[in-house]
C-alpha cells in the first residue's frame, strides 16, 4: 500500500504494546499505518477485547478510519485524522487492562487542542499489565518531567476476574509539545512510599503485604525513609465486584522516580506479594539508573516525539523495550536512537534518543 508504514505484529515480544505504539505514533505522525500478525506470539493472537478498545479509543482521538476492526483480527489498517479534545468514554467490558489502554491513549491526548476526560471502564490491577498505582505514582511524575501533567483519578478497582473498575483522566491543558529529559542516573535517594491495597478481603492483607515490603527495603536501605500506606473497605462499605489485592512501591530520587509492584492471587501469601515488589524495586535502584524496568520502555514513546536529546537509562532492557525502539524507528526515521551503555537484553542501559519534535 502506497504511504502506509507496514509493522509486523510478530515482531521482538510479539504482543499488544506493538499496537498501542504504533496507533499512537500513527494518530501523532497523521501516517496510516498497515499492523499484521497482531499479537502472533500470544496463546490467544488477534485483537482481544482490551486491544479493541484501545484500537477504537485511539481512533476516536485521532478521527480515524479503521479497517479490519474485529475481535479476533490479526491484521488492521489505520488511517488517522486530525486530533481532538473532548470527553470520551470507554468500557472494555472485561477484567482487560484500563492502563493498557491509557498506554495507547496518553501520548495522543497530549498533543490535543483542547482538553481530553477519558472514563475508561475494566482491570485497573490485573496480571501483565501496570497497577493503576504504577501510573498515577510513577509514570505521571516522569512524564511531568517533559511538561506533560494530567489528573488520574481512581473511582473504583477491578481486579480478574470481574473487572468493572473505573478510572478517569483528565488532561486540563494538553501541552502539544513535549520536552527532553535526563534520566539516565537517578541521583541520590530521598525517600519510598508505598501503596498496599485490598478489596473484598481482610484488612490484614493489605497490612501483612505493606509490613513484607517495608522489612525488606529497611533491610536492604537502612537509611532511607520508607512509609507505605493501606488502603481498605468496610465489607458494607466495600464498592469493589470482587476480591483482589496488591502493592506498589516508588522510591523519589534527586532526578527521577522508580517503582515496583506486585499482586496478590489465589493461594499466594500477603508477605509474598509485598517481598516481590520490594525485591523488583531494589534490583533495579541498585542499577542508578534513572528508570525501572517498566518506565524504560515505556518512556521510549514519548522521548521519540519530544523536542531535543533525552538520554533513558534503564535498570533492564527488555524485550518490551527492544520491542518499542523498532516500531519508533519504523514510523519515525528521522530520530535518532543510540546506546550510550549497554544494548543487551536483560541488562542496564542507556539510551540516547533525539526526538522528531512534534508540535501541534
Same mark, same amino acid.
Given at each position: 500500500?502506497?504511504?502506509? #508504514?507496514?509493522?509486523?505484529?510478530?515482531?521482538?515480544?510479539?504482543?499488544?504494546?506493538?499496537? /498501542?505504539?504504533?496507533?499512537?505514533?500513527?494518530?501523532?505522525?497523521? @501516517?496510516?499505518?498497515?499492523?499484521?500478525?497482531?499479537?502472533?506470539?500470544?496463546?490467544?493472537?488477534?485483537?482481544?477485547?482490551?486491544?479493541?478498545?484501545? #484500537?477504537?479509543?485511539?481512533?476516536?482521538?485521532?478521527?480515524? /478510519? #479503521?479497517?479490519?476492526?474485529?475481535?479476533?483480527?490479526?491484521?488492521?489498517?489505520?488511517?488517522?485524522?486530525?486530533?481532538?479534545? %473532548? /470527553?470520551?468514554?470507554?468500557?472494555?467490558?472485561?477484567?482487560?487492562?484500563?492502563?493498557?489502554?491509557?498506554?495507547?491513549?496518553?501520548?495522543?491526548?497530549?498533543?490535543?487542542?483542547?482538553?481530553?476526560?477519558?472514563?475508561?471502564?475494566?482491570?485497573?490491577?490485573?496480571?501483565?499489565?501496570?497497577?493503576?498505582?504504577? !501510573?498515577?505514582? !510513577?509514570?505521571? *511524575?516522569?512524564?511531568?518531567?517533559?511538561?506533560?501533567?494530567?489528573?488520574?483519578?481512581?473511582?473504583?478497582?477491578?481486579?480478574?476476574?470481574?473487572?468493572?473498575?473505573?478510572?478517569?483522566?483528565?488532561?486540563?491543558?494538553?501541552?502539544? =509539545?513535549?520536552?527532553?529529559?535526563?534520566?539516565? +542516573?537517578?541521583?541520590?535517594?530521598?525517600?519510598?512510599?508505598?501503596?498496599?491495597?485490598?478489596? =473484598?478481603?481482610? *484488612?490484614?492483607?493489605?497490612?501483612?503485604?505493606?509490613?513484607?515490603? +517495608?522489612?525488606?527495603?529497611?533491610?536492604?536501605?537502612?537509611? $532511607?525513609?520508607?512509609?507505605?500506606? $493501606?488502603?481498605?473497605?468496610?465489607?458494607?462499605?466495600?464498592?469493589?465486584?470482587?476480591? %483482589?489485592? %496488591?502493592?506498589?512501591?516508588?522510591? !523519589?530520587?534527586? =532526578?527521577?522516580?522508580?517503582?515496583?509492584?506486585?499482586?496478590?492471587?489465589?493461594?499466594?501469601?500477603?508477605?509474598?506479594?509485598?517481598?516481590?515488589?520490594? *525485591?523488583?524495586?531494589?534490583?533495579?535502584?541498585?542499577?542508578?539508573?534513572?528508570?525501572? /524496568?517498566?518506565?524504560?520502555?515505556?518512556?521510549?514513546?514519548?522521548?521519540?516525539?519530544?523536542?531535543? @536529546?533525552? #538520554?533513558?537509562?534503564?535498570?533492564?532492557?527488555?524485550?518490551?523495550?527492544?520491542?518499542?525502539?523498532?516500531?519508533?524507528? @519504523?514510523?519515525?526515521?528521522?530520530?535518532?536512537?543510540?546506546?550510550?551503555?549497554?544494548?543487551?537484553?536483560?541488562?542496564?542501559?542507556?539510551?540516547?534518543?533525539?526526538?522528531?519534535?512534534?508540535?501541534?
Amino acid at each position: 500500500m502506497a504511504n502506509v #508504514v507496514e509493522i509486523d505484529g510478530s515482531f521482538g515480544e510479539g504482543g499488544g504494546q506493538i499496537l /498501542r505504539t504504533t496507533l499512537a505514533l500513527a494518530a501523532l505522525t497523521g @501516517r496510516p499505518v498497515r499492523i499484521y500478525n497482531i499479537r502472533a506470539k500470544r496463546p490467544r493472537p488477534g485483537l482481544q477485547r482490551q486491544h479493541l478498545v484501545s #484500537v477504537k479509543a485511539v481512533a476516536e482521538l485521532s478521527s480515524a /478510519r #479503521v479497517e479490519g476492526l474485529r475481535l479476533g483480527s490479526t491484521e488492521i489498517v489505520f488511517h488517522p485524522g486530525p486530533i481532538r479534545g %473532548g /470527553r470520551f468514554k470507554f468500557d472494555i467490558g472485561t477484567a482487560g487492562s484500563v492502563t493498557l489502554v491509557l498506554q495507547a491513549v496518553l501520548p495522543v491526548a497530549a498533543f490535543a487542542p483542547s482538553p481530553v476526560h477519558l472514563w475508561i471502564r475494566g482491570g485497573t490491577d490485573v496480571p501483565w499489565s501496570p497497577p493503576v498505582d504504577y !501510573v498515577r505514582f !510513577v509514570l505521571r *511524575r516522569l512524564l511531568e518531567k517533559m511538561g506533560y501533567f494530567f489528573d488520574i483519578n481512581l473511582r473504583r478497582r477491578g481486579h480478574y476476574p470481574k473487572g468493572g473498575g473505573i478510572v478517569e483522566v483528565e488532561v486540563a491543558q494538553p501541552p502539544r =509539545r513535549l520536552a527532553p529529559v535526563e534520566l539516565a +542516573e537517578r541521583g541520590a535517594l530521598l525517600y519510598i512510599e508505598g501503596l498496599s491495597h485490598a478489596v =473484598r478481603l481482610p *484488612r490484614h492483607v493489605a497490612e501483612r503485604q505493606a509490613r513484607a515490603a +517495608e522489612a525488606m527495603i529497611r533491610s536492604s536501605l537502612p537509611d $532511607i525513609p520508607v512509609k507505605i500506606e $493501606i488502603e481498605w473497605y468496610e465489607p458494607n462499605r466495600d464498592p469493589h465486584l470482587g476480591p %483482589g489485592s %496488591g502493592i506498589v512501591v516508588w522510591a !523519589v530520587g534527586q =532526578r527521577s522516580v522508580l517503582g515496583g509492584d506486585a499482586l496478590g492471587a489465589k493461594g499466594k501469601p500477603a508477605e509474598k506479594v509485598g517481598e516481590e515488589a520490594a *525485591r523488583k524495586l531494589i534490583e533495579d535502584l541498585k542499577t542508578g539508573k534513572g528508570l525501572d /524496568r517498566h518506565a524504560s520502555d515505556m518512556m521510549i514513546t514519548y522521548a521519540a516525539v519530544a523536542c531535543g @536529546r533525552s #538520554v533513558l537509562g534503564g535498570a533492564k532492557l527488555t524485550k518490551h523495550a527492544w520491542t518499542n525502539l523498532y516500531v519508533v524507528k @519504523r514510523i519515525l526515521p528521522e530520530i535518532r536512537a543510540d546506546f550510550i551503555e549497554g544494548g543487551e537484553l536483560e541488562k542496564p542501559f542507556i539510551l540516547e534518543i533525539r526526538g522528531a519534535c512534534i508540535e501541534r
